[in-house]
């Protein structure tokens, strides 16, 4: 009984079609209505968001206004959290990924998570990379090498570290860590990618080299990226989110969004006025 | 009373401000130097000096152990004491201190000698010389007051035996008997001839052992099987009776064997008793010892210092690599050393899995609650309870408790004697693992909450399980804070002796629970353990003078012991740490 099989055909691995899409056009994940509480506290009222495949969404907003809780329901990591509620749903392809039955596991394959502070495991740099395959089963060397190498030349650090794929990932510095773990994000095909302030722990350089690879996986990931940073927002996104206290004040293309937003509030935050 | 330094602040105020200076009004003088409890020097002084005073008392304790320890085996010089009434002693003098001198004694001495003790307040000074030739005199101590020594001196000649029984010898080798002549004595000849009757000693000692060991082995296994047989089937039951047949059978072949060893044993012994030495003490009364008897001799007086050099690593060399003999007080702790690393080992062996299963369960699975409160209270709680208690519980327990019932269902053909159902190396080992969890437990939920959430999360991201996660990420980044864990329960084990008492230590071990009978580790052996060697040596045998510097050498032992095994613990610790460093960014 295995309902995730039947929703979301697990697609075979072979090393040339491993990182080949198929359609960029359509809706990755529709959140309907979408309410989530800590405890007694609401974090998120009623979200309705669509976001599109191949695309890149960025979530702004002042802090604590629920951005990184929405990205992390995306891939049901806040069901870590004790006293967690929620209510709506979130539809990747055609099924809940709240509703019953769901493998969470599963689910979270084929959705990649970058974290706000770059957190390889203490292992080489190639066990890291790979480590979702292996997670998964996956022991065949030829596929783990060729998975190995093309996630990292898809988060552009090859170069930087192909002699040295035996040694430990704690060794590099921040801003290639945070260029593994995009590798790591990508390494088992996701349909998206999340990434949660990937540049808020590194330097202007690092920075400017994560934004060029979010642009290069453009049209190849369902990208969802939440920032502080307004004028990355602006870079490297094709539609934007503004939230603000749990709500989503307004949505749609970032051209819009920074130019001539509908709402008031947005108008406020995107000029600067307050957040 | 005008400071130019408060001027001078006062008018940059004045114009920073733009007002004139009334708030200054002079009294407050501004000083650049801080109060001195502020500084926190007085608090300084007195957290310095209360680690000073830990690490002088730590230090003094491992010099006086270190010096009396290693000084122990350092062969002395033989003085011989004539007294005032005319006897004369002679033997290594062992330790001085000063007396007051007894109201009987001052009757007996004259007024010149009176009157030194008066200016000395009534105290005197006393030597103790260690006389041996026990076998001689009944004891091996003498004290000798300085008032009542009339003459010391160190002649060339004497000799110090150290013998297989009876303890040292003190005084001159007077003739030999090689081969059932007698002849004079010659010390290359005794050396020679010492050493063949040495060997001589282990072949009887091997035969004894290994033959005679493996006939009683092997007998006993028969009557075991008899009685095995008796149980199963019944008195009267045929097969019984051919077992019992086959069994006495085997047992009788036995017996011709263990005759053929004695016989053999017993040739060796009468030509052993041909090669002996006639041993002369210092008021002429000999002793006529097997040379096999005497284990290492030397002329005191007259060996120099790399002869002295000698003697001392050929003495610690029997330390480590024998078994004891004369009541532990003589010659090594080989069978001490192998029961405590054995015990050890196994401890960790007990005490890894369970303190670091439990640890994960609650750090990682368990919903985190009062009950798991209280649980991890109780656990802090037990690494307070005084060891006895486990000690008493692993008798009540183990031993007597699960080790009677594995009694009744594997060994019931021995009973009544017991096999696990009294005190061994597995309960032992068991009861010292329980002891030591609460320390495993505790250190192991540190490294585990040290693991940061954003690793955790990043495995759990990438489609792990959340054992997947724990067995690849948390447990090899939590490794090194077990290690640490494992290191403080094995220092603490290592050097545990009270609950040892009851659950399965002893003085004199009859066998070692490792050697070439199947099924090879004997894990319900009892075994003998450095800890209570020192407290059976120093306080428990019959003569605690002779077991004094036995005390600390062992000691001494002990803690090389457990700092060689802490050191290997801790080297592998680092290895692991430096596998998973590195910048964190």
């Keep these: 009984m295995n309902t995730m099989t039947e929703a979301a055909p697990v697609r075979p691995i072979e090393p040339t079609s491993y990182h080949v899409k198929e359609g960029n056009q359509g809706i990755a994940l529709k959140i309907k209505d979408f309410k989530l509480w800590y405890g007694q506290s609401q974090a998120l009222h009623g979200i309705d968001m669509e976001i599109q495949k191949g695309q890149v969404t960025a979530l702004i907003g002042p802090s604590g206004c629920g951005k990184s809780t929405l990205l992390r329901s995306l891939n049901r990591m806040n069901d870590l959290i004790d006293e967690l509620k929620i209510d709506g749903r979130i539809d990747v392809g055609d099924f809940d990924m709240y509703g019953p039955g769901v493998d969470v596991i599963a689910l979270r394959k084929r959705m990649g998570m970058v974290f706000q502070k770059p957190n390889p495991f203490a292992m080489s740099i190639y066990d890291n990379v790979v480590y979702p395959l292996r997670v998964d089963g996956v022991t065949k060397k030829s596929i783990l090498d060729e998975v190995c190498e093309r996630s990292l030349r898809s988060a552009a650090i090859w170069d930087e570290v192909k002699d040295r794929l035996n040694e430990s990932a704690l060794g590099m510095s921040g801003g290639q860590q945070q260029r593994l773990c995009i590798a790591r994000g990508i390494a088992s095909d996701p349909e998206v990618l999340l990434m949660d302030e990937p540049c808020s722990a590194l330097d202007p350089i690092a920075t400017a080299k994560i934004e060029e690879l979010i642009s290069q996986l453009r049209g190849q990931y369902t990208i969802v990226i939440v920032t502080h940073n307004m004028q990355q927002a602006a870079r490297v996104s094709d539609n934007t989110g503004f939230m603000y206290l749990g709500r989503l004040i307004e949505y749609g293309a970032t051209d819009t969004i920074f130019t001539k937003p509908h709402k008031e509030q947005t108008h406020d935050y995107v000029t600067g006025r307050f957040g | ?585």
């Design chain 2, 1 to 585: 009373m005008a400071n130019p330094e408060d001027s001078i602040s006062t008018a940059a105020i004045g114009v920073s401000t733009g007002k004139p200076a009334t708030r200054t009004g002079g009294k407050r003088v501004r000083s650049f130097t801080a109060d001195l409890s502020a500084v926190g020097e007085p608090a300084l002084w007195g957290f310095g000096g209360a680690l000073a005073i830990g690490i002088i008392l730590i230090a003094g304790f491992l010099a006086i152990i270190a010096w009396n320890g290693f000084t122990t085996f350092w062969p002395k010089p033989i003085e011989q004491v004539e007294l005032v009434d005319g006897t004369v002693i002679a033997g290594e003098p062992t330790r001085y201190n000063t007396f007051t001198v007894g109201e009987s004694v001052l009757a007996r001495l004259n007024d010149a000698q009176r009157q030194e003790i008066e200016d000395n307040f009534g105290f005197a000074n006393r030597t103790l010389y260690k006389t041996a030739n026990f076998d001689l005199y009944g004891d091996d101590f003498t004290w000798a007051a300085d008032f009542d020594i009339a003459n010391v001196e160190r002649p060339s000649g004497y000799y110090l035996f150290e013998r297989q029984q009876w303890g040292t010898f003190v005084g001159f080798p007077a003739s030999l008997v090689i081969g059932g002549e007698e002849t004079a004595y010659d010390q290359g000849l005794m050396q020679r001839e010492q050493r063949a009757a040495r060997s001589r000693f282990a072949d009887i000692r091997r035969l004894e052992r290994r033959d005679i060991g493996r006939i009683n082995h092997n007998q006993e296994r028969a009557r075991l099987d008899s009685r095995k047989a008796l149980l199963q089937y019944g008195e009267n039951d045929p097969r019984y009776l051919a077992r019992v047949e086959v069994n006495n059978a085997r047992i009788a072949e036995l017996q011709n064997e263990f005759v053929e060893v004695q016989q053999r044993i017993s040739d060796i012994r009468a030509i052993d008793s041909q090669y002996r030495v006639i041993l002369e003490e210092v008021n002429g009364r000999t002793v006529d010892t097997n040379l096999s008897q005497i284990v290492r001799f030397y002329a005191a007086n007259d060996v120099n210092w790399f002869q002295q050099a000698g003697i001392y690593l050929s003495r610690w060399g029997e330390f480590l690599t024998t078994e004891p003999r004369e009541a532990n007080t003589q010659g090594g702790v080989l069978p001490a050393i192998f029961g405590t690393v054995a015990m050890t080992m196994l401890m960790v062996v007990f005490v890894a899995p369970f303190g670091v299963i439990t640890a994960l369960y609650l750090r990682e699975y368990a919903k985190q609650g009062k009950l798991v409160s209280i649980v991890r209270i109780s656990v802090n709680n037990l690494a307070g309870v005084p060891s006895i208690v486990y000690g008493v519980f692993g008798l009540g327990f183990f031993a007597y408790t699960m080790g009677t019932t594995i009694d009744q269902l594997f060994y019931a053909e021995r009973l009544p004697s017991p096999t696990f159902g009294t005190g061994g190396l597995l309960w032992a080992s068991l009861t010292l693992a329980l002891l030591t969890v609460p320390v495993v437990i505790v250190a192991t939920e540190e490294a585990l909450s040290a693991v940061p959430r954003s690793m955790r999360e990043g495995s759990l991201a990438c489609g792990a399980s959340k054992w997947q996660t724990i067995r690849y990420v948390v447990l090899p980044k939590a490794l090194p804070g077990i290690m640490t864990g494992m290191i403080l329960a094995m220092a603490r084990g290592a050097g545990e002796v009270a609950p040892l008492m009851l659950v399965g230590v002893v003085k004199l071990a009859p066998a070692l629970p490792i050697d070439g009978f199947a099924p090879f580790i004997h894990l319900e052996r009892s075994f003998m353990h450095l800890g209570f060697h020192i407290f059976d040596v120093g306080f428990q045998s019959r003569n605690s003078e002779a077991g004094k510097p036995m005390v600390f050498v062992t000691t001494l032992l002990l803690l090389g012991l457990i700092v060689l095994m802490n050191a290997t613990a801790i080297y592998v610790r680092n290895r692991l740490k430096k596998k998973y460093a590195g910048s964190q960014f």
